[in-house]
């Protein structure tokens, strides 16, 4: 057999690793104001990073709230 082979097959037996979410610790509410969008760097600031990341989303879509925060629940 192949070794490369064999070691894809050992592989395939192996129990998946879980994905990393890097946003994990956001709260449930949280979401950005421009894209609507939840579990991206955009939707809750709490560092330097995150606000400039915010601010490129409003660049991006022009400064405009597109979705309303009162029916985001």
């Known amino acids: 057999m192949n070794p490369r082979k064999h070691k894809q097959a050992e592989n395939a037996r ?3 690793k879980e ?3 890097p946003y994990a610790n956001d709260p449930p509410e949280a979401f950005c ?3 609507g969008e939840k579990g991206k760097s955009c939707s809750y600031v709490n560092s330097l990073s995150r606000a ?3 601010g490129a989303c409003a660049i991006k879509h022009n400064n405009i709230k597109i979705h309303n925060t009162d029916s985001m629940e």
Request: charged residues 25%.
């Open 52 to 54: 400039w990341s915010r």
């Open 14 to 16: 192996k129990p998946k």
């Open 19 to 21: 994905q990393y979410n």
């Open 33 to 35: 104001p421009y894209c």
